[in-house]
């Protein structure tokens, strides 16, 4: 996984591609920039995918399980 080289952050979100991003895109890699410190850096195309694929729905289901508990 990807950390951030300033804050050790493994925290992205993709950062706005530019022109001068074509060459790392031409190696498999993606702008992205911490959440916490806001470095740019880049990523691999895979750990690209983990970001946008990222759903909400897993919050949602973190409330169901507790919700569960509260039943019992
Ligand atoms: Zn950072």
């Known amino acids: 996984m990807t ?5 050790y952050s ?4 993709l950062s ?3 022109l001068r ?3 790392h895109l031409a190696r ?5 920039r911490c959440k ?8 691999s195309l895979s ?3 983990h970001l946008i694929g990222k759903p909400h729905a897993g919050k949602s289901h973190a409330v169901n399980t507790e919700e569960k508990k509260g039943m019992h």
């Open 3 to 7: 950390r951030c080289a300033d804050c």
């Open 36 to 43: 916490i410190c806001r470095a740019r850096t880049y990523t």
């Open 10 to 13: 493994s925290e992205f979100r």
């Open 21 to 23: 991003d074509l060459p």
């Open 16 to 18: 706005k591609f530019r």
């Open 47 to 49: 750990q690209t995918m």
């Open 28 to 32: 498999f890699q993606y702008p992205v």
